[in-house]
């Protein structure tokens, strides 16, 4: 496997002009591949788009649009002063009952985490209900930033009943609530999840690092151990520019 490389020239970056599919999505589909691949590093600056056209023997207007739509797609970012510069890829997560946290520890993301509130309060009607308990029950409340590459990624909100886990600030930041929970002897079974769609308010987007009104992809999910109880109820969002779910469909 080629290793990563922070130079776009050490890519082979050619394109057919024989091809109906326009040269610069040709383009555009090869340095996507490079970035999702791990070939060419995240904090790579592409360089100067008149040479990257004149090695190609492309013209600029080309180089460019294919440039543009990797922008829209957020793999790449222009800075002032600093030129056109390769990001981190999507977050792609298989549709399944796993963390966060472990899904980007595995795929090379680097989770960490910030921990911006961690109390008990009275369960209103949605949390009493997906955990199975009396309004105004205290439940444990858990809310945090998780990042990935050093990036803003998603806000997770966490209600869990009391007593089940030790929820300590310091261990949060530290690892995965799912993993906190297995320690702690639960054994996870199964999960109801609804996923969504939504614009960002101005809170969210500043802790997100997106303007207001930017796409977030929402996800709620009440899980249960191998008892049926409900230990978990989660309302999450996340970039839709650095994440998104993937499923797999079977014909019945």
Known sequence: MPKPTTDPAALELGVDRSSPIPLYFQLAQQLEAA???GRLAPGSLLGNEIELAARLGLSRPTVR???QSLVDKGLMVRRRGVGTQVVHSRVRRPLELSSLYDDLEAAGGHPTTRVLRNTVE???AAVAEALAVAEGT???RVERLRYAHGEPLA?????LPPGIVDLDTARLEATGLYRLMRGAGITLHSARQTVGARLA???EGAGLAEAEGAA???MERTTFDDTGRAVEFGSHIYRASRY???FQLLVR
Not at 155 to 159: A, D, I, S, T
């Open 122 to 124: 009275p369960a209103d």
């Open 65 to 67: 649009q294919a440039i």
């Open 201 to 203: 308010t101005a809170d």
């Open 138 to 140: 205290d439940v444990h």
């Open 155 to 159: 806000l997770l909100r966490n209600h």
């Open 35 to 37: 970035i999702e691949q």
């Open 244 to 246: 998104t779910f993937d």
């Open 216 to 218: 977030l992809l929402t």
